[in-house]
């Protein structure tokens, strides 16, 4: 299972982007997927998850700026950020909570990035 982060870019404070994620691969099913991010010098944190039935969560300090949604088919998540600060700059990362066959246990999957940098 691979997911694959798109939509990165450089931007000014106050614009938006919006990322996208597509998981492919061997999926036998995707429980939930979600985006991560790492600042610099910063530990990884979460951003926003959404899970196959649609509920959502999000990091307290982006709701309301940031909003997570999924296709119908559930293999691509998309991150709309708005009213984008400095102190979003990082490096986003896209997850999926799947199985590659009945049975099987939920595995966590990482996408590789991508970046994000909000000017001032």
């Known amino acids: 299972v691979q997911p694959q982060a798109s939509g990165g870019g450089l931007v000014q404070a106050g614009g938006s982007l919006r990322l996208s994620c597509a998981a492919s691969g061997s999926i036998f099913s995707i429980n939930s997927m979600g985006w991560y991010r790492r600042a610099p010098g910063k530990e990884r944190e979460l951003v926003a998850t959404?899970?196959?039935?649609?509920?959502?969560n999000y990091a307290a300090s982006l709701k309301g700026r940031f909003s997570i949604s999924r296709d119908n088919a559930g293999n691509t998540v998309y991150l709309q950020m708005n009213t984008l600060k400095p102190e979003d700059t990082a490096v986003y990362y896209c997850t999926a909570g799947a199985r590659t066959a009945n049975y099987t246990p939920v595995r966590d999957y990482w996408g590789q990035g991508t970046q994000v940098t909000v000017s001032s």
């Open positions: 959404i899970t196959s039935g649609g509920s959502t």
